[in-house]
């Protein structure tokens, strides 16, 4: 119980911190971005509420998170409930188009990634010329992606954010 109200408090400030650094990336209005390991989704429809037009995506692995995301967003009653979407997906072979992906972003689902220089490899992949990739997860599963992205293609930049948890951006060259 403890410790829900905490996870919360803590996820609730996360997702805040999310939206306030996609207002400074510049988003197209019909931009796509992708939810990585959404969970219950709610990051997704916190979006979708703060930048009109554009879609946001939430997958993940578990089909279970993907169902309770499905029903917590019909249950939020998002002004516009077609604009989020959820999918059951692996990071690793996510079903997206090559370079179809404006923004991807991600909290604290990294460190579960098996492979997470799979998944780094197809958020390359699936990122637009100049898109860009924001990951939030402790330090250590983050460290460990930037040799992966510089690999792929993307440039890296680490940065604390509080809360034990650091923000990993990937730059996909225009
Ligand atoms: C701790 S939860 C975080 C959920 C949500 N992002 C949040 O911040 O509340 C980690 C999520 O990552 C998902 N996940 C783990 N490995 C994954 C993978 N390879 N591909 C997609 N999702 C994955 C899990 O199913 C789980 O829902």
């Not at 946001?56 to 967003?73: C, F």
């Not at 959820?86 to 991600?106: I, Q």
């Not at 604290?108 to 990739?133: C, F, T, V």
Request: net charge negative; aromatic share 6%; proline share 5%.
């Amino acid at each position: 119980m403890l410790y829900d109200a905490v996870a919360s408090r803590i996820a609730g400030r996360l997702y805040r911190r999310v939206v306030a650094d996609l207002g400074v990336i510049g988003l197209s209005h019909d931009a796509l971005i992708v939810d990585v390991g959404t969970g219950p989704g709610r990051l997704p429809i916190l979006i979708a509420d703060a930048f009109r037009g554009i879609r946001v995506e939430g997958i993940d692995l578990s089909e279970e998170m993907i169902t309770r995301a499905r029903q917590l967003a019909d249950a939020a009653q998002t002004a516009d409930a077609s604009r989020v979407s959820f999918t059951v997906a692996d990071v690793a072979d996510p079903p997206h188009l090559r370079g179809s992906v404006d923004v991807v972003v991600s909290t604290a689902s990294m460190h579960h990634w098996p492979d997470a220089a799979a998944g780094i490899s197809e958020i390359a992949r699936i990122l637009r010329p100049g898109g860009q990739a924001v990951i939030y997860d402790p330090w250590a599963s983050l460290n460990s992606a930037v040799a992966p992205a510089k690999e792929a293609g993307l440039t890296a930049r680490t940065q604390g954010i509080g809360f034990g948890i650091a923000r990993l951006t990937l730059f996909s060259p225009a």
